[in-house]
């Protein structure tokens, strides 16, 4: 839970730890000309003046210095501990290890200039690359506080805990979690099975019921991860509670020494302390989140741009055929049951979910799901429009601002989900998409309860190749219109 997001949080300020400190080689070449100028120290011996051929000759002749910079820089921050408990640290914590590894960074740089005897490289270059170093390093640490900080108060990369246990582990642990707030951490509520617990507050969080009531609770707000930290003499009551969460998609930890349970993808982490035993259903490591988040991000800004003539043209026949704006918008579930505004260019008459319980018995599809393959209220643009998929396009900002991926199962309607039976709740599991293995098998010609284990399927499955693979048969279904209605 925590442990992936640390690591792979590590990695990212390394990776722009090493941009910075080649940024800093290269301020603190033309910085040392105005060094010298101020104190009068003289020219150096290889340029009078700060300029370009003057700097590529310098790299060129002395590229041990930039070569060996970075990873002299970065080795020695991983051993002061700069990418551990980033988010945790403090500012002047930050700063004091900053100026050890510029201090040391300074003798290691300053060794090799004797042992590759470089007699002409100045010491005062050395000294002047190690402060601008510990300089940009620490404005650039301060603009990524402010920015997790940012996405956080807008509500992104949230993680809802449902904490089962109210005992003193339980509330040691409660303490951890608020002092590791700033990494998206939120307690929605705690579980006690003791009999007169119902309502209490502990630590500034309700209880809000007993295990058994756990599977109700997850239909009613939001939760990510159930977190039990409970007593030994609590394991055989538990059992029942992790299959529910199971069932229907959510992670689970267990905070104690020992669990020996016979379930798939177990794994072994730790949270300030706490031996947490994790259940994933869903298992993907965060470089993989990241790397899909960043296609999402890219490949629907550049269909948005691609599309653009045909948003254009679309606009104009919507409003030249039928009353009504030219979007469509509507709630659904996304992600653990976060409700979200879908859009849609409107393909139907204005008022036409007023009409849907009139046209309720002719419904094509079994399960929660309606669909009519001559729904008289579609218009006749917004046929043509549903059978290249060209109603979806306004879904492109759904993934941009996060709430939809460019893969991922289809967002149900929250009505929907309540008929779900619980094996069913846990394709909500992952985030929904734009196309999955369902739009491109045949879509309405699929019986519900098959597209549900489709989604499983995927969900099980799931990987980067396999998302490529979906979206080049999705290039397929849209051009021919396979499956649509």
């Not at 010298?36 to 051929?53: C, H, N, V």
């Not at 900053?98 to 090799?112: N, R, Y």
């Not at 650039?140 to 089962?164: A, P």
Request: glycine share 6%.
């Amino acid at each position: 839970m925590v442990q992936d997001k640390e690591v792979f949080l590590g990695n990212v300020v390394k990776t722009i730890d090493a941009i910075f400190v080649a940024v800093a080689f290269v301020a603190a070449y033309f910085l040392s000309f105005l060094v010298r100028d101020i104190f009068g120290l003289g020219e150096f011996y290889y340029a009078s003046a700060p300029t370009i051929q003057a700097f590529l000759f310098f790299t060129n002749k002395y590229y041990i210095i930039p070569v060996a910079s970075i990873p002299t820089w970065l080795l020695l921050l991983s051993v002061l501990g700069a990418y551990r408990d980033i988010r945790t640290k403090t500012v002047l914590k930050e700063f004091e290890i900053l100026l050890k590894a510029g201090v040391l960074a300074t003798i290691v740089l300053g060794s090799l200039i004797f042992v590759f005897k470089m007699t002409v490289t100045s010491r005062l270059f050395i000294a002047v690359y190690a402060m601008v170093t510990v300089v940009v390093l620490s404005i650039s640490r301060v603009f990524i506080r402010k920015f997790f900080d940012y996405i956080h108060q807008q509500g992104y990369n949230q993680v809802n805990l449902l904490i089962v246990g109210t005992g003193k582990r339980a509330r040691e642990f409660i303490d951890v979690v608020k002092s590791h707030a700033n990494l998206g951490l939120r307690i929605v509520g705690l579980i006690d099975d003791e009999h007169g617990m119902f309502g209490k507050e502990i630590k500034g969080f309700r209880v809000l019921g007993r295990l058994q009531d756990i599977p109700f609770i997850l239909h009613r707000i939001v939760v990510d991860r159930v977190i039990f930290v409970v007593p030994r003499l609590w394991l055989n009551r538990i059992d029942e509670a992790i299959l529910a969460c199971e069932r229907e998609g959510i992670s689970t930890s267990i905070s104690m020494d020992l669990y020996n349970l016979r379930i798939a993808k177990v794994r072994q982490t730790d949270f300030g302390g706490f031996p947490l035993l994790e259940f994933e259903t869903f298992s993907a490591k965060q470089w993989q989140l990241f790397l899909k988040r960043t296609l999402d991000i890219i490949l629907s800004f550049v269909l948005s741009i691609i599309f653009f003539p045909i948003i254009v043209f679309v606009i104009i026949a919507i409003k030249a055929t039928s009353k009504g704006p030219v979007l469509f918008s509507q709630t659904r579930s996304g992600l653990n049951g976060r409700k979200f505004k879908l859009f849609k260019f409107r393909t139907m008459v204005v008022g036409a979910e007023m009409k849907k319980r009139e046209l309720e018995k002719m419904n094509e599809m079994d399960g929660p799901v309606f669909k009519i393959k001559f729904d008289p209220r579609i218009t006749k643009i917004g046929r043509i429009l549903r059978k290249f998929s060209i109603d979806e396009i306004p879904q492109l900002l759904n993934v941009l601002q996060g709430d939809m991926s460019i893969v991922g199962p289809r967002p149900p309607l929250p009505v929907e989900v309540d008929l779900y039976k619980m094996w069913q709740r846990r394709r909500l599991s992952l985030k929904p998409g734009l196309t999955c293995i369902w739009q491109v098998s045949g879509r309405n010609k699929i019986q519900f309860e098959k597209w549900m284990q489709m989604d499983l399927q995927y969900i099980d499955q799931w990987s980067l190749w396999l998302d490529f693979k979906i979206l080049f048969k999705t290039v397929f279904v849209v051009l021919f219109g396979y499956g649509a209605s």
